[in-house]
T-cell receptor
Framework: DAGVIQSPRHEVTEMGQEVTLRCKPI?????LFWYRQTMMRGLELLIY????????DSGMPEDRFSAKMPNASFSTLKIQPSEPRDSAVYFC?????????????FGPGTRLTVL | GNSVTQMEGPVTLSEEAFLTINCTYT??????LFWYVQYPGEGLQLLLK?????DKGSNKGFEATYRKETTSFHLEKGSVQVSDSAVYFC??????????????FGRGTQLTVWP
């Protein structure tokens, strides 16, 4: 299996621009997670989906952030408008029939820099 | 609620030294416990896990034992190598319906091993 695929791997944009991050989970996995990692705040869960339905979006920082999962093989995280404080590494992860024992598989991340 | 506390880093060791990274947890149910590792420029990957009290997870020479009485899951390795240099995350997952599938991560501990 190819693992979790994220694109782009690096994104540099200017403040105020729209940014879209993409994720393809492992085939057959029914949970998908978006995380953000910064030096200051560590690893934060932003939102997660089960069977394409958002379960918990309490970690989404504010209305500038939105996430969608139109089908089982694709999800997007959008920031509009972007701000310098959004600069971070964004990870997508997926898991299968999540119980307490299931493992989350992480993608390589997207490093976002907002100038 | 659920939370994980792990020792502050960074940890710096010489090759072949003994490693311990402390991790304690708070959980409302009966969690499973995990150690993830993040190598430079990569996403997190599962290192080991334990699903019930007194279980020992092990992988690549690393071990951790699920201690319910002390709510701990300390990571140990008898002889570290330069290639073990990475950030290590302790995490828990519980069975509760409202948070099914979610992982709760510690802040991470940076390990650097010198030759």
């Amino acid at each position: 299996d190819a693992g979790v695929i994220q694109s782009p791997r690096h994104e540099v944009t200017e403040m105020g621009q729209e940014v879209t991050l993409r994720c393809k989970p492992i085939s057959g996995h029914d949970y998908l997670f978006w995380y953000r990692q910064t030096m200051m705040r560590g690893l934060e869960l932003l939102i997660y989906f089960n069977n394409n339905v958002p379960i918990d979006d309490s970690g989404m920082p504010e209305d500038r952030f939105s996430a969608k999962m139109p089908n089982a093989s694709f999800s997007t995280l959008k920031i509009q408008p972007s701000e310098p404080r959004d600069s971070a590494v964004y990870f997508c992860a997926s898991s299968s029939r999540a119980t307490a024992t299931d493992t989350q598989y992480f993608g390589p991340g997207t490093r976002l820099t907002v100038l | 609620g659920n939370s994980v506390t792990q020792m502050e880093g960074p940890v710096t060791l010489s090759e072949e030294a003994f490693l311990t990274i402390n991790c304690t947890y708070t959980a409302t149910g009966y969690p499973s416990l995990f150690w993830y590792v993040q190598y430079p420029g990569e996403g997190l990957q599962l290192l080991l896990k334990a699903t019930k009290a007194d279980d020992k997870g092990s992988n690549k020479g690393f071990e951790a034992t699920y201690r319910k009485e002390t709510t701990s899951f300390h990571l140990e390795k008898g002889s570290v190598q330069v290639s073990d240099s990475a950030v290590y995350f302790c995490a828990l997952s519980d069975n509760r319906g409202s948070t099914l599938g979610r992982l709760y991560f510690g802040r991470g501990t940076q390990l650097t091993v010198w030759p």
